[in-house]
């Protein structure tokens, strides 16, 4: 995911936002952000923008790799200019363990963000190694997030044989 994120910010530039429930996870990110730019050596500065825990939210937004806790995201008062400029600045929002996203405070922050699911202002990705449980193999909570993610479902069925970690790089 993270080399994804790079080749996007070749392309695209500005804030790419990753989204996290817990500071452990948060943490992870960055020190996978921090290990994959210092491997591949991009064309672009790898900025790390740190806002969950005791991080406070900064103002330098014009480019890099913000890793947020959602809790924080939450907590933020959306009419102020930081959180304005911070949100204009976001090109693309990762939301790792997406399978909380459906919860309605996590909903209006994702909203928030992205705008619209059905047309959303900028790219929206949500990671999750459990969608969701239900008797079927895609059962009611797992459709519920693939909604609030635009209703994309990506699963391992769908990749007809082919390696994952291809299809999805």
Same mark, same amino acid.
């Given at each position: 995911?993270?080399?994804?994120?790079?080749?996007?910010?070749?392309?695209?530039? !500005?804030?790419?936002?990753?989204?996290?429930?817990?500071?452990?996870?948060?943490?992870?990110?960055?020190?996978?952000?921090?290990?994959?730019?210092?491997?591949?050596?991009?064309?672009?500065?790898?900025?790390?923008?740190?806002?969950?825990?005791?991080?406070?939210?900064?103002?330098?937004?014009?480019? !890099?790799?913000?890793?947020?806790?959602?809790?924080?995201?939450?907590?933020?008062?959306?009419?102020?200019?930081?959180?304005?400029?911070?949100?204009?600045?976001?090109?693309?929002?990762?939301?790792?363990?997406?399978?909380?996203?459906?919860?309605?405070?996590?909903?209006?922050?994702?909203?928030?963000?992205?705008?619209?699911?059905?047309?959303?202002?900028?790219?929206?990705?949500?990671?999750?190694?459990? +969608?969701?449980?239900?008797?079927?193999? *895609?059962?009611?909570?797992?459709?519920?997030?693939?909604?609030?993610? !635009?209703?994309?479902?990506? *699963? +391992?069925?769908?990749?007809?044989?082919?390696? +994952?970690?291809?299809?999805?790089?």
């Amino acid at each position: 995911a993270i080399e994804a994120i790079m080749k996007f910010q070749e392309i695209s530039g !500005g804030v790419v936002l990753w989204i996290a429930t817990t500071n452990e996870i948060c943490e992870q990110a960055a020190a996978t952000y921090k290990a994959v730019y210092q491997s591949k050596k991009p064309d672009f500065e790898g900025k790390i923008h740190r806002f969950w825990g005791s991080y406070k939210l900064q103002r330098d937004f014009d480019h !890099g790799f913000m890793v947020a806790g959602i809790q924080k995201l939450a907590r933020l008062n959306t009419k102020t200019t930081a959180v304005q400029e911070l949100f204009e600045s976001v090109s693309a929002v990762v939301f790792d363990e997406a399978h909380h996203a459906v919860a309605p405070t996590y909903k209006k922050v994702v909203k928030a963000l992205v705008g619209p699911l059905k047309d959303p202002t900028r790219p929206l990705v949500g990671l999750s190694a459990t +969608p969701g449980r239900g008797v079927t193999k *895609i059962g009611a909570s797992t459709k519920e997030l693939a909604k609030a993610f !635009g209703g994309n479902l990506l *699963i +391992p069925e769908r990749f007809e044989g082919k390696n +994952p970690v291809k299809v999805l790089q």
